[in-house]
């Protein structure tokens, strides 16, 4: 797939990523954030976001950070990251989920 600088090509990305790491499927919706983070690197909070979840999720935590870090910085409003950044400096019992939207 080619890089598509449009929000269609972007949003559509980020939707099969969401799809892929709900199927568990991580290097899989990883390649595709990449994709939607090359199409617009200036506007990705949301794909930085992602990135931090499946860090998480594949247990890099710190790395994780670091991603919905730069989501904040792309977008200081952008909720998710801030809620999934707060998250994932709670004791692990008390994290709870991941923020998507």
């Known amino acids: 797939m080619t890089c598509d600088r449009t929000?269609?090509?972007y949003d559509l990305l980020i939707?099969?990523?969401?799809?892929?790491?709900n199927a568990?499927?991580?290097s899989?919706?990883?390649a595709k954030v990449r994709q939607a983070i090359a199409a617009r690197p200036e506007t990705a909070a949301e794909a930085y976001n992602l990135l931090g979840v499946l860090d998480e999720l594949e247990g890099e935590r710190v790395k994780a950070q670091a991603n919905y870090r730069v989501?904040?910085?792309?977008?200081?409003d952008y909720k998710p990251a801030a809620a999934n950044l707060h998250r994932s400096?709670?004791?692990a019992a008390?994290?709870?989920g991941f923020s998507f939207e």
């Not at 939707?15 to 790491?21: C, R, V, Y």
């Not at 989501?71 to 200081?76: C, G, M």
């Open 7 to 9: 929000a269609e090509g």
């Open 71 to 76: 989501a904040l910085d792309l977008q200081p």
């Open 94 to 96: 008390d994290r709870g």
């Open 89 to 91: 400096t709670r004791p």
């Open 28 to 30: 899989e919706a990883r």
């Open 15 to 21: 939707e099969s990523a969401k799809k892929l790491i």
């Open 24 to 26: 568990r499927l991580f």
